[in-house]
């Protein structure tokens, strides 16, 4: 067959889609990046805002005009939220839920293990499926309810597969990997993490996000346990930072809860940087709420936020609650993202006189681009090949971009 595969949302449906490509591949099916050609069609979709059902939608209609010949599967997280819909206006397309899938193409279970992330010296692994905790805002526990972890048996052969083939930074992935525990012998994210630091090879580990309120101490002492072979970054979303707003989105912290934990990661990774996901104009913020969150991230020393405009997701008790105007939202929104390009300029800017662990990534003829171990974008004068790491010193910062030499 040919098969074509196209993905929409975060990186969990990118890891998914890679291993299914790589499941049809191994069977000797073609992989098409030209639908119009393909005998099977699979759009892997996201719900997490309303833009990104109407991006499903469009995509579902854009197949089914260019190929209606095609077997087109529809599956993710806005075919789960909205099967019946998708059903009646498309009747010949079928619906697979992800946990369905293995079945439904390969006659088997799927453990979602890759082996290549195309053009990349990051691999993202798939550790953790799944959440329960239900805040407010938020569709994915309808749309991912099962929570699920990969067996560290499964997980250790393939990190190790991925080191092999040359990627020098590995990506723990999931919907909350912080809840991370192995099927088989019971281990948190912490237990597993020095069998992890233990593969050999050159690489380094990073979090995608994790949640606040998993950062256990043990989990801390174990990435300090890693010592360069962990990435000193966290993305830890938070969302508001006012108590009123957090308790309604049903957050399982208080501000002040979490900028303590904040704290104690500073103390175990003193050189970390720290960026978090808020969301801009949820249900019932009012004026005074945001001007307190603007406090709060005043007060928390983030390197960045990841800013998100509030969208109502229908089914979730917030959906139900009195919306704050789209013009307002726009307007906290507006705010927010200059305050992101602030701190990010004055996190690269206080990097400058430092020594930094680098991977390059991309090469010029007279430069190499790529990050440091903190996520940091840099660009290191000369020419030096890729996919490896380099000692840098870095000189000067600009756009939020810094700038170094071979240290
Ligand atoms: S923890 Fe994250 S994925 Fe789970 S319900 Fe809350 S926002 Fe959604």
């Not at 990190?159 to 099927?183: F, H, M, S, W």
């Not at 949820?282 to 007060?299: G, I, Q, V, W």
Request: aromatic share 8%.
């Amino acid at each position: 067959m040919k098969v074509f595969i196209k993905t929409l949302g975060c990186r969990v449906n990118q890891v998914e889609s890679q291993a299914v490509l790589e499941r049809f591949s191994a069977q000797g099916h073609a992989i098409t990046q030209d639908l119009r050609e393909a005998d099977l069609c699979l759009l892997n979709t996201c719900s997490v805002t309303h833009n990104a059902d109407r991006d499903a939608e469009r995509e579902i209609r854009k197949i089914s005009r260019e190929n209606p010949q095609a077997h087109l599967i529809i599956t993710g997280c806005y075919a789960m939220a909205k099967k019946n819909e998708i059903l009646a206006a498309h009747p010949t397309a079928q619906v697979v839920l992800k946990t369905d899938l293995g079945p439904a193409l390969f006659g088997g279970h799927m453990d979602w293990t890759v082996k290549s992330h195309a053009g990349r010296t990051r691999a993202f692994v798939k550790i953790q499926d799944g959440c329960d905790c239900f805040c407010s805002y938020c569709i994915v526990p309808y749309a991912r309810p099962q929570k699920t972890s990969k067996p560290k048996e499964i997980l250790l052969a393939e990190i190790k597969d991925l080191i092999a083939r040359g990627y020098r930074e590995i990506v723990l992935t999931g919907i909350n990997i912080g809840n991370y525990q192995c099927p088989q012998t019971g281990q948190d994210l912490a237990a597993v993490m020095p069998d992890i630091f233990a593969l050999g090879g050159g690489f380094r580990l990073r979090f995608s996000s994790i949640e606040i309120n998993t950062i256990t101490d043990g989990l801390l002492a174990a990435c300090r346990a890693g010592g360069q072979k962990f990435c000193n970054y966290f993305h830890i979303p938070l969302q508001n930072g006012s108590d009123a707003v957090l308790q309604n989105m049903r957050r399982r912290y208080t501000a002040g809860r979490y900028l303590a934990r904040l704290a104690d990661i500073r103390a175990q990774i003193p050189r970390a940087a720290i960026f978090c996901d808020i969301i801009a104009g949820y249900p019932s913020e009012t004026k005074e709420n945001f001007e307190e969150s603007l406090r709060f991230l005043d007060a928390a020393g983030f390197a960045g936020m990841h800013v998100f405009s509030y969208s109502r997701r229908a089914g979730t008790p917030a959906a139900a609650m009195e919306q704050v105007p789209d013009k307002e939202i726009r307007r906290r929104a507006d705010i927010l993202h200059a305050k992101d390009k602030a701190l990010r300029a004055a996190f690269a800017q206080s990097l400058v006189g430092t020594e930094q662990q680098f991977l390059a990534e991309e090469a010029t003829a007279s430069a190499v681009s790529g990050v440091l171990s903190n996520f940091q974008r840099a660009v290191v004068k000369g020419a030096h090949p890729t996919g490896n790491f380099m000692r840098v010193k870095i000189t000067s910062a600009q756009s939020g971009v810094c700038h170094g030499v071979l240290f």
